[in-house]
């Protein structure tokens, strides 16, 4: 062979950076058949003006090529772990079946949500102008999807045993409690980008997220539920990355043009508040659904949001960002939350694909404890009453259907910032329509923004207006239930997947599969 | 016996003890790797071996996968070396960075003066070659009888590597700076370790300089000034400096006759409690006020080298970013006393190194 030699010296090798930027910010281009403008027609009208996206200081430096590799090993480590839990009967492990619907509510309210961030890194990954941005944007896309996957397996193995799992993309779209995380996602997505991800990757992955994987992961681990504890260890190392662009968005578009600093408060403002909110689920999973807890909502919020979230936002004040509005009235209602919660889902299991449950004896006194101020003068009289009721066969179940907040979805069984006995009604009239808010909070963000929710598509409003049975019900038919039709409508196997916990199915089959008590010691 | 550890992208070579991980071998010999946790969890450290034979040492499986460790990757924190090796790592090539060997000294105090009431300069003179350095790097300074040594800046200039100056601000109860103010005389032997810190001109930035500096956070300032008009600097050069009062504003002379020297440097000392006796003109205030007052509260184009006690870093921080100068533009060397670790506050990861 006649190959020339190469006089000149090889090349020198390219630094990890040298070569990052060349697989990011080198494989951009500015396009000349079209203007960048037409190309990129949604990055300009929030408001957001950036002047310069090579400012953009990439936050960590993954290529394409490493990310795959990466992914494909942890997928593999992830998938022989819950082989083995699957193969030795691992659901069976942990500490009772009560367990079980914390993992209801995550894999049917959260899961779809791995899907949804899925979707709207997707199109924030379309959107952006500058390149490293958009190639964020897009693994994170994967990850979700990565995330969603390994859920649905979870959610699969789990159904073969529990009730409650058999249709959650089903139930997600019309299930009234999954109408809370599911339109604080399509809000988000269906803002623009920037909104996207300072919604999402900052004041929900980077601000809030310990707040739901902390009770969630621990919860697991205490539970003895090695499955999720796995899939929280797999998800983790991809969430650091997910927290690191957060931060770096927000500083970037905070540093770009000091008109962005107000646009970029309104959204933490904003995205706070409707984060907070949703947490309302957290914290009753923490407090009420954890058969071993791991700490109360009180302490979470008072460690992870008023301590961890207080240094963020006191480093935020240096570019002119305040607290998030609102953020004194969410650390008021701290001894109260779970507990208002919770007394809701009491009184509408009945129309819920998981249970609940009074707590035991010993739990109240936990309660107690964590809730000295709140829990023996305010919620134990409530509870000792509905164990008296259900011990005499009458447990409670309310037959009415609840009025919702339009902003975030949720029962209005808020109480007033300063008076936890009374409950918080808020109201606005837009073009002569009466809207009713369950916070201040959640009315600011609807008055701000009024066009973009007065066509909500609130659960309790749909079902009167008889949009929630199955083709072909006829509601004027002889002895209609319309309750009984809803939870046809919404896919339940009415009797097993909601209700009381004590004697129901699942209930009955830990007994007769494990040999364990129902609630364990 | 002892190897060398070649870093790229740098292609500087540093001397490895048995035993002595990669990153203590790195850092000792002036070469910065990113690193944070240091036993083997965090995976902040993770280099690439070109060559070269290494124990992984602690570093944890989930911090470092096992088919990482086939593609020779280690974590500098926790790996050792057993035979020259080449590692690449994730650092950014500073252009200005001189990577001068960190080594003991040991030097005479040659002259002790009273700089102001509270602060005293310390001469020392070095055998031999003395200290190569970067102006505004720091020593780590013993003292007798405790087992911290005491960080110090260099407020000399580097061309004159024999003789060194510390300034030293009597901390109240403080045992270093007591010892240095109260015992240690002409004379005496005084031990040190450096050069440390990464705090020096990024000569190769073009923008105009700002140097914002309070009490004896003046020594690196003084250094990094001194060195650059000495090397005939053209670019605008400011110095805003604070003091409480007149006699605590030390150096001030010098400072005066260096502005009317060199058209391209301005020097803006301002007291915050300047009393009858200091018959004050000039600026009253902090130094972040002296400074948004002088650059009407615009501070794009510029870079910034802060030097100071943490109050006044943060102050000046808030303030230069409030003008618009952020993280990237700015460089802080924080003086530490063992009174401020207490009431510090709790930080964010929001900044890297703000």
Known sequence: MNMPTNPQKPAKKLSLKENYSHLTRGLGWDTSYQPMDKVFPQDKFEGIKIHDWDKWEDPFRLTMDAYWKYQGEKEKKLYAIVDAFQQNNGQFNVTDARYINTLKLFLTGVSPLEYAAHRGFAMAGRNFRGTSARIA????????????????????????????????????????????????????????????????????EYVLTNLLFMPFMSGAAYNGDMATVTFGFSAQSDESRHMTLGLEVVKFILEQDPGNVPIVQKWLDKWFWRGYRLLALVSMMMDYMLPKRVMSWAEAWEMYFEQNGGALFNDLTRYGIRMPKYHEVASMEKHRLSHETWATFYNYTHAAAFHTWVPEESEMKWLSEKYPTTFDKLYRPRFEHWREQQAKGERFYNGTLPMLCQLCQIPMFFTEPDDPTKICYRETTYRDEKFHFCSDGCKDIFDNEPEKYIHSWLPVHQIYQGNCFRPGTDPTAPGFDPLAEVLQYYGFHVGEDGGEYLGSPDAKNWKAWTGKPAVSE | MSYQITIEPLGHTVEAEEGQTILDACLRAGVWLPHACCHGLCATCKVQVVDGDYEHGNASPFALMDFEREERKALACCATVTSDVTIEADVDEDPDARHYPVQDFEGVVEEIVALSPTIKGIRIRLPGAGIAFQAGQYVQVQIPGLDQPRAFSLASRPDDPTLVELNVRRVPNGQGTTYLHDVLKQGDTIRFTGPLGRFFVRLSDPQPLIFMAGGSGLSSPRSMILDLLASGEQRDITLVYGARNRAELYYDDEFRVLASQHPNFHYLPALNEPTETCNWTGARGFVHDAAVAHFGNDFRGHRAYLCGPPVMIEACIRSLMQGRLFERDIYTEKFLTSADGANALARSPLFRSL
């Not at chain 1, 994170?140 to 159904?159: G, K, M, P, V």
């Not at chain 1, 249709?167 to 809370?180: A, E, G, I």
């Open chain 1, 137 to 204: 944007a897009q693994m994170q896309a994967i990850d979700e999807l990565r995330h969603a996957q390994t859920q649905a397996h979870t959610i699969s193995h789990y159904n073969k045993f529990f009730n409650g799992l058999h249709d959650y993309t089903h139930m997600h779209d019309r299930v009234w409690y999954l109408s809370v995380p599911k339109s604080y996602f399509e809000d988000a997505m269906s803002a623009g980008p920037f909104e996207f991800v300072t919604a999402i990757s900052f004041s929900f």
